[in-house]
């Protein structure tokens, strides 16, 4: 397919196919006429998460309200490797941090872990998506990955798909580092997720209930302490290496 010439990219909950007219919500109006400042004719591009990518055009506009017509698709419909991230929440700004990375990263899952060092008690949702939406936007995916409610590990724990390999970041015990533990794992599973703590760490408690479970996969992130964001991003990064849609690159 020919290259669009469209520089913006809009994540819609609306059916795409050629043809449709699609009105955007009132913070994508406000964007695309104030911000961008795009006018009747001018070319963007939209995902649904469903239907791939299109390319479409402003068909009309006002101060707060513009339609778009769907013109051709310029993508089908993919997803990311099946990897999810579950991750004890942090201060505001890294949380959103890592829903950003996490999602140009090919997280397909965002699930906060409530454990017992956890500083922040509350996940606000909404703010979580809107983050993975806006990173879904500017890196390309036709994706956006789903924001799961916050839930206690031991919850997590006692529900998980036994058929889901669960890597879990163990600072403070024994652990191969993960590029080699995964590398002796390749082929045994095409579901996988990881798990990573708080600031404080898991208690000793809850690194022997994860420990014990069959299907986690105990690594080490390396020699050097790393912020809880950080070792989040680390490992997503080394697993897309190892087993992810990074090695045909």
């Given at each position: 397919?020919?290259?669009?010439?469209?520089?913006?990219?809009?994540?819609?909950?609306?059916?795409?196919s050629?043809?449709?007219?699609?009105?955007?919500?009132?913070?994508?109006?406000?964007?695309?006429?104030?911000?961008?400042?795009?006018?009747?004719?001018?070319?963007?591009?939209?995902?649904?998460g469903?239907?791939?990518?299109?390319?479409?055009?402003?068909?009309?506009?006002?101060?707060?309200?513009?339609?778009?017509?769907?013109?051709?698709?310029?993508?089908?419909?993919s997803?990311?490797?099946?990897?999810w991230?579950?991750?004890?929440?942090?201060?505001?700004?890294?949380?959103?941090?890592?829903?950003?990375?996490?999602?140009?990263?090919?997280?397909?899952?965002?699930?906060?872990?409530?454990?017992?060092?956890?500083?922040?008690?509350?996940?606000?949702?909404?703010?979580?998506?809107?983050?993975?939406?806006?990173?879904?936007?500017?890196?390309?995916?036709v994706?956006?990955?789903?924001?799961?409610?916050?839930?206690?590990?031991?919850?997590?724990?006692?529900a998980?798909?036994?058929?889901?390999?669960?890597?879990?970041?163990?600072?403070?015990?024994?652990?191969?580092?993960?590029?080699?533990?995964?590398?002796?794992?390749?082929?045994?599973?095409?579901?996988?997720?990881?798990?990573?703590?708080?600031?404080?760490g898991?208690?000793?408690?809850?690194?022997?209930?994860?420990?014990?479970?069959?299907?986690?996969?105990?690594?080490?992130?390396?020699?050097?302490?790393?912020?809880?964001?950080?070792?989040?991003?680390?490992?997503?990064?080394?697993?897309?290496?190892?087993?992810?849609?990074?090695?045909?690159?």
């Amino acid at each position: 397919m020919a290259q669009s010439e469209a520089k913006l990219r809009l994540f819609v909950d609306a059916p795409l196919s050629l043809g449709a007219d699609i009105l955007l919500n009132d913070a994508q109006a406000h964007y695309v006429v104030h911000v961008m400042r795009l006018g009747a004719g001018d070319s963007l591009l939209l995902f649904n998460g469903n239907d791939g990518e299109w390319q479409g055009r402003v068909a009309a506009l006002t101060k707060r309200r513009v339609n778009v017509s769907c013109e051709r698709r310029t993508a089908p419909q993919s997803d990311v490797p099946d990897l999810w991230l579950a991750f004890a929440p942090i201060k505001k700004t890294p949380a959103d941090y890592v829903a950003q990375k996490a999602t140009e990263l090919g997280a397909r899952v965002l699930q906060p872990v409530l454990t017992e060092r956890t500083n922040a008690r509350r996940v606000n949702s909404a703010r979580l998506k809107a983050n993975a939406i806006e990173a879904a936007e500017q890196s390309g995916r036709v994706s956006v990955p789903e924001v799961r409610e916050l839930i206690t590990l031991d919850a997590l724990l006692a529900a998980w798909p036994k058929e889901r390999r669960l890597i879990f970041c163990d600072e403070a015990g024994d652990a191969e580092p993960i590029a080699a533990a995964l590398a002796k794992t390749r082929g045994n599973s095409d579901a996988w997720a990881i798990l990573t703590g708080p600031e404080g760490g898991f208690t000793p408690d809850e690194r022997s209930l994860i420990r014990k479970q069959s299907f986690v996969l105990p690594v080490t992130l390396g020699p050097r302490i790393m912020r809880a964001d950080t070792a989040a991003l680390a490992a997503l990064t080394v697993w897309q290496a190892a087993l992810g849609d990074w090695r045909g690159l």
